[in-house]
């Protein structure tokens, strides 16, 4: 759940690029004692983060992949701070922006760089061709996997050298080892038929003392790893790592722990950089000549007391950050960071057995040292993975049916469809319309249709919707997209828009900044879409919302109704549903990244092609909005002779939706929807996620077409090959036998 500090309007904006150890613990720190006025905002081109003390033991088989990732985007939304899912390509210090390739610059008033660090090749030849490097991680570890695919073959690599001879590399020989062991019996091949070798450049862990390296290179000969010493690599082919002396070591793998910068977009900024290409900075984390942009972990580097690239280091600047951030934030001076100058440093050296070193004399290894780290590395992860766990539970029945719940966003915002029916019900009879207004509301559907002169007609909507993002491109992106889609179901072609705005109260220039994301979103898909925004209106409100008044022109020989279908036609759905079940989970925290991030995408993709690849093909539609899939599917019986057959198998889910739903997730605006649930037969009751999913809001939902039966299967698999890869026929029309329409279901909805 957002953690707000006060009423207090924004006045100041940090950003944190990158999502690394030090910039989570300043998103927890900020919302356990938020800063009143101050906007934190997460830039990252990741949902998910890995941890790095947990990667030996992920790669050795003991963690999952879920275990040693932080999820971001969930950690965000529990500790309130903005998230910016975009990729980082430069910065404009003069005019204090973040530039991004796809999106328009973003705005600090002050700026801190997380960001790791990326694999450099270039110094050794054949290695980008040959080597798989540890960072950054993320990518790492789909090669890594792909490596444990290939060695199962019968004729996949089984000699594996790993370059690096400092603590990352020896514990990367010492978990490949073990998972070695351990899944070689699963794969019927002998454990004996699989070597593991290191090579340094140097001597072995030499950031270690005397008794510590004598711990680690015992157990590298009892787990029968090979070590070569003073070996500075040259070269990497297919079959060898040579070294510049000329000796060399048999490969079918190779894996570098060794050999890394600076993101590479670091050396187009005129920031100060070192020749690795850290950011140079100074003992209060700021960068040398600038007071407002930071610098932290293995991106950086403290000029006057350089360390060695370690995750203790980027661990302890947390708390001084924070700090730092906030008072700069306060008009006060900022702290110094002081590293320490011994470090424990615990190595997994195998299945529960570790290495510990301190300093010049502590050595320790065995089983109680592995089980030490263990508890030290999932009480770090606790930190980040569990915040706001209070808050990530479903809404109690109670909650929904008194209106106290946490209200969504997007269309889930909307009125429910029994108080917008019987508002309606109750205004008096309107004037009767014109002769040139074709569609109305004695009549309603997605928008209004007016012949403006013979032969020639437009299509007006409207529509507007609550942020439930806190990126406003993106939500700009998605309410324009939601937007056209009215016009879009109808056979209509969008020309031009007016749009109303609403921003939360702040300063003035905070307010100009998120009007101009949010305006440069919705301008991206409507110049896509050959739509001019030609005016509009902008005032304050208590949250972020945006809404469009839509014109587009249409024939009035083939407008779509609702209610054209034919007994027969097949009912085709384009984009899958879940968006209002995922995001509501994703308000309170529940949602994991990939789910949120599947929504998202699917909300982003627009219905135009879609409509062209269906108009004049259709009889009936509408687009899936607010009603959710059935109370829309409902619409189009509505004032017809028919009924519909629902295959609920068939019917796509986003990732996600259903796990959601069987935990308990709804949107607010689900439980007024399931008053048209009487109309749902089957031969079973619906359980409750099934109910929760057919009645589930979306926002940029997909078309809802009937068309011929004889044509479906081709336009189906054009709408698929057209990019709409979950695009499904979902049921079909029959002649109803009851006298109020109903929707007949059959099967049950899968994953």
């Known amino acids: 759940m957002k953690r707000s500090a006060s009423q207090k309007p924004i006045q100041t904006s940090i950003v944190l690029v990158g999502g690394g150890h030090t910039h989570v613990q300043v998103m927890t720190t900020f919302a356990m004692r938020p800063e009143p006025g101050v906007q934190l905002t997460l830039v990252t081109d990741r949902l998910t983060t890995p941890y790095s003390g947990m990667l030996p033991g992920h790669l050795a088989g003991i963690y999952s992949r879920d275990a040693m990732h932080i999820d971001l985007a969930r950690l965000a939304r529990a ?87 400092g603590p990352a590399g020896v514990e990367l020989a010492f978990a490949l080892r073990t998972r070695l062991n351990k899944d070689a019996p699963d794969w019927d091949i002998p454990r004996q038929a699989f070597s593991v070798s290191v090579v340094s450049s140097g001597a072995l862990v030499p950031s270690l003392n005397a008794r510590a390296r004598r711990m680690v290179a015992a157990r590298l000969a009892e787990q029968k790893i090979s070590v070569a010493t003073d070996f500075r690599v040259s070269k990497i082919d297919a079959q060898h790592v040579s070294a510049a002396d000329g000796r060399k070591v048999q490969a079918d793998a190779c894996l570098l722990a060794t050999t890394a910068r600076a993101p590479s977009w670091l050396a187009q900024t005129d920031l100060p950089l070192d020749q690795d290409g850290s950011v140079l900075t100074r003992t209060t984390l700021q960068v040398l000549d600038d007071d407002r942009i930071f610098a932290v972990g293995d991106c950086a ?67 109680a040292i592995w089980r030490w780290k263990d508890r030290i590395d999932r009480r770090f992860m606790a930190m980040f993975s569990d915040f706001g766990a209070e808050d990530a539970r479903p809404p109690t029945e109670a909650e929904l049916l008194s209106g106290s719940a946490m209200r969504c966003g997007g269309c889930a915002a909307k009125v429910g469809p029994a108080p917008l029916a019987n508002a309606l019900h109750r205004l008096p009879p309107a004037p009767a319309p014109k002769d040139n207004i074709l569609v109305g509301l004695d009549a309603p559907d997605d928008g209004a249709v007016i012949e403006v002169a013979p032969g020639v007609a437009q299509v007006e909507t409207i529509d507007q919707i609550s942020a439930f993002i806190d990126d406003p491109y993106e939500f700009g992106a998605i309410a324009a997209l939601h937007a056209l889609n009215d016009v879009i179901a109808m056979g209509g072609t969008p020309t031009r828009a007016l749009a109303v705005a609403s921003v939360p109260h702040a300063s003035p220039a905070i307010v100009e900044r998120d009007l101009f994301q949010l305006l440069a979103g919705a301008r991206s898909v409507l110049d896509a879409h050959n739509v001019a925004l030609i005016g509009g209106h902008s005032a304050e409100g208590a949250q972020l919302a945006l809404g469009f008044a839509v014109t587009g022109s249409i024939s009035p020989n083939v407008i779509l109704r609702k209610s054209g279908a034919l007994s027969g036609d097949k009912l085709i759905l384009t984009k899958p549903i879940g968006t209002g079940l995922i995001m509501a989970a994703d308000m309170r925290g529940a949602a994991r990244a990939e789910m949120s991030e599947a929504a998202l995408a699917s909300m982003r993709q627009s219905n135009a092609l879609a409509g062209d690849i269906l108009r004049g093909r259709a009889h009936a539609g509408t687009d899936v909005t607010g009603f959710g899939l059935a109370g829309h599917l409902f619409e189009m019986l509505r004032g017809t002779q028919l009924s519909a057959r629902l295959d609920l198998a068939c019917v796509p889910l986003i990732s996600g939706a259903l796990e959601l739903a069987d935990k308990g997730f709804r949107s607010t605006l689900t439980a007024q929807n399931e008053v048209l649930a009487h109309v749902l037969v089957g031969q079973r009751a619906l359980s409750g996620p099934e109910t929760a999913l057919l009645f589930d809001p979306q926002t940029s939902g997909g078309l809802l077409m009937a068309v011929a039966r004889d044509g479906a299967e081709v336009l189906l698999q054009r709408l698929r090959l057209a990019g709409y890869a979950q695009a499904a026929i979902i049921g079909e029309m029959a002649v109803s036998e009851t006298e109020e329409p109903r929707i007949f279901w059959r099967g049950s909805l899968v994953a």
């Open 301 to 367: 580097r403290v000029k006057s007391d350089p360390r060695e690239k370690a995750g203790v280091f980027a661990v302890r600047q947390g708390p001084v950050l924070g700090d730092n951030l906030r008072a700069l934030a306060r008009g006060e001076a900022p702290d110094v960071y002081k590293a320490q100058r011994a470090f424990l440093t615990l190595l997994l050296t195998g299945e529960n057995h570790a290495i510990a070193a301190r300093g010049r004399f502590l050595a320790a290894e065995g089983p």
């Open 79 to 165: 500790t309130g701070t903005r998230l910016i899912f975009a990729g980082t390509t430069g910065l404009d210090r003069a005019a204090r922006r973040i530039l991004f390739a796809n999106r328009p610059p973003l705005d600090y008033d002050f700026l801190s760089l997380n960001i790791g660090i990326m694999p450099d090749l270039s110094s050794v030849e054949g290695a980008s061709d040959h080597a798989v490097a540890v960072k950054p991680i993320s990518t790492f570890l789909e090669r890594f996997q792909a490596l444990l695919d290939a060695a199962k073959q019968p004729n996949g690599p089984r000699r594996l050298v790993v370059v690096g001879g």
